[in-house]
């Protein structure tokens, strides 16, 4: 018989699948509904869902045991051996309450700024199919199960950049120049490369999962974790580490895989752009620490240096990129590409420290990206544009509020103490540099390189914050279409859906051992195998 903690473990983890994803398919069904009447549905679904998310959280501590705290494992596909194994351990609850977070917050944003292509049923729809999938693979505790939610996200995702993205691509060339055509055709762009990215990725990454499975004739992932790669020749584990990390690198997004990045971010509406950021992207990189560090390690530390090399690359590519764009949107998305290339080289070193710093690192992210795309969404919203150039200067007079608030996070992002994208930072560079690292004596230079590139989003960041503030007047642009006045400062909703991400920025920041002490334990289980 099934003792309660079993019982509640089951009923938990399903739950927090099952409710977003009925959500979305009844709000897709019923079509005599009103567009607010849908966005509450929607929002009521996602706040119960962070609820429940949260009270699984608290039930599974602590987090340093060998099995997850809280788990669902029931006979799937009996054929293949395959079982619906789900598990909420100190590796997935940070994630999964995250995900949970920034889902209500997207929905909750639509109750009162809704994108110019309207149908809110349908996008809140979406939004619950992609809150949905990602929860499914940060609790997926079976291979097929992780590749089949990680599959999830793709279409709804791909709807909501192609159905309610924006209608101009913005282009980074001088003023005067002839805009990328807008519309249809650009969303359909930015919406197409996004999914041929995703998906091509998601096919080699299945390759490399189909060799772990045959090679040890199981997915279950708690028992290869706890082999530890036995059974498995260095050479068959180096090659499917690799071919894992190439489908997991196009979602982190890792550099040279990074290109639908920047049009997909810029092109989806606000609670797109928060949820690829702050969700999807995080998908990649926890794939990373759930599946090639424990099942595959010795593959792993035999491509670390590569691994490591292109995720500073990324920090250095993704900041001298943020320079040159114009446009404000783009330059967050952007900077996604340099902020995830400290979560690859803690990856990338195997190191307790370095999986701390990658695990903080994802975290502080989601939070930061989130508030950052929400306050530029604003800032388009009210001036009916995103180019730096036609914003002009003096938005902290015109806006004060929604200005401090950009400043808040721009100075989050670059890392200051005493606020969460501090400590990721700082952790990963700190792992790297340890003698132990998998990336050998590539390891310090690329330390050293990753501490330069904190440098360089210090100094694009404050550039930005210095153009908004303090730069020249305006341009005008002939071909900006400056449609309306300019509406008021940030709005009490607005201030609302804003709190909960600057609160736990501060929070993270100031007691950092919130986060570090859900994910010790759990770090301490994969690099050893299971063992305590």
């Not at 400290?342 to 939070?367: D, I, R, W, Y």
């Amino acid at each position: 018989m099934t003792n309660p903690p079993d019982l509640v473990g089951s009923w938990a983890l399903a739950t927090l699948v099952v409710l977003p994803m009925t959500a979305g398919v009844l709000l897709l069904s019923v079509r005599r509904i009103g567009e607010r009447l849908a966005a509450e549905l929607g929002t009521a679904a996602a706040a119960a869902t962070l609820v429940i998310a949260l009270l699984a959280a608290v039930t599974a501590a602590p987090f340093g045991r060998t099995v997850p705290g809280l788990g669902l494992d029931v006979s799937w596909i009996p054929a293949l051996g395959v079982r619906l194994h789900l598990g909420l351990d100190g590796i997935s609850a940070p994630l999964v309450v995250l995900t949970a977070l920034l889902g209500l917050l997207v929905c909750w944003h639509v109750l009162r700024i809704r994108p110019p292509a309207g149908r809110i049923q349908g996008l809140v729809a979406c939004f619950l199919f992609v809150e949905a999938g990602a929860i499914g693979t940060f609790l997926a505790l079976d291979l097929v199960v992780f590749f089949v939610a990680f599959e999830t996200v793709l279409i709804p995702m791909w709807f909501v950049i192609s159905r309610w993205g924006d209608d101009e691509q913005p282009v980074d060339a001088p003023i005067g120049a002839t805009p990328i055509p807008g519309g249809e055709a650009a969303r359909r762009d930015a919406a197409n490369r996004f999914i041929l990215y995703t998906a091509l990725g998601s096919a080699v990454m299945l390759l490399g999962l189909l060799l772990i499975a045959l090679r040890s004739g199981t997915t279950d992932l708690v028992a290869l974790a706890y082999r530890g790669g036995a059974g498995m020749s260095v050479t068959v584990q180096t090659i499917a580490a690799g071919l894992v990390v190439i489908g997991l690198a196009v979602k982190a997004p890792m550099f040279p895989f990074h290109t639908w990045l920047p049009p997909a971010h810029t092109i989806a509406p606000t609670g797109g752009s928060v949820l690829l950021a702050g969700v999807l992207l995080k998908m990649g990189t926890y794939g990373l620490v759930r599946v090639v560090v424990p099942v595959v390690p010795a593959g792993l530390h035999r491509i670390a240096p590569i691994l490591g090399a292109l995720g500073v690359a990324g920090i250095l590519w993704g900041g001298l990129a943020c320079f040159v764009t114009r446009d404000l949107k783009r330059l967050i998305a952007l900077s996604s590409v340099a902020h995830m290339g400290f979560v690859l080289l803690g990856v990338a070193s195997m190191t307790p420290e370095g999986l701390q710093g990658a695990l903080f690192a994802n975290v502080a992210h989601g939070l930061i990206t989130g508030l950052l795309f929400l306050v530029v969404g604003a800032i388009k919203d009210r001036h009916h544009t995103a180019d730096l150039r036609l914003l002009g200067s003096g938005l902290r007079d015109r806006l004060p509020r929604l200005g401090w608030l950009l400043a808040f996070g721009a100075i989050a992002g670059l890392g200051l103490p005493g606020l969460a994208g501090f400590w990721g930072e700082v952790l990963a560079i700190a792992g790297a540099w340890q003698p132990g690292s998998a990336m050998g004596g590539a390891s310090r230079p690329l330390a050293v390189l990753a501490a330069i590139g904190t440098a360089v989003a210090a100094a694009y960041l404050l550039r930005m914050l210095r153009s908004l503030w303090h730069g020249p007047a305006p341009v005008a642009d002939p071909n900006a279409i400056m449609s309306g006045p300019i509406m008021g400062d940030v709005s009490t909703h607005e201030v609302a859906v804003l709190a909960p991400l600057v609160v736990l920025t501060v929070a993270l920041g100031v007691v950092p051992g919130i986060l570090l002490g859900v994910t010790a334990g759990a770090v301490r289980l994969l690099l050893t195998g299971g063992t305590p």
